[in-house]
Nanobody
């Protein structure tokens, strides 16, 4: 079992930055691929960014490429999402998720993730 707790959300203006954190506890953090997903009101949950257990592979949704950066610190059992140049359309609840994924090309698939945090809300005003 893995427990995930997100933090760092808030209400900010467009063009500014936020950094989300997700702290994991339970099983060995370093064996898990970690993902950030988001869900806006009335929309399906979508992938934002994913990082391989080793940190040497990352994936980004097209909508956030060049603006968001995912990273992890296995010693701290923490994954981060640095979000720059925020836009109103980034408004959503952001979720951290963990999975053991052996095929990297399936890492962006929401259904591959076994463990989820409770989410942190991000609201961007124009």
């Amino acid at each position: 079992q893995v427990q995930l707790v997100e933090s760092g959300g808030g209400l900010v203006q467009a063009g500014t930055s936020l950094r989300l954190s997700c702290v994991a506890s339970g099983r060995t953090f370093s064996r898990y691929t970690m993902g950030w997903f988001r869900q806006a009101p009335g929309k399906e949950r979508e992938v934002v960014a994913v990082i391989r257990w080793s940190g040497d592979n990352t994936y980004y949704a097209d909508s956030v490429k060049g603006r968001f950066t995912i990273s992890r610190d296995n010693d701290k059992s923490t994954v981060y999402l640095q979000m720059n140049s925020l836009k109103p359309e980034d408004t959503a609840t952001y979720y951290c998720a963990a999975a053991v994924i052996t095929s990297w090309n399936r890492a962006p698939e929401r259904g591959r993730y076994d463990y989820w945090g409770q989410g942190t809300q991000v609201a961007i005003s124009s």
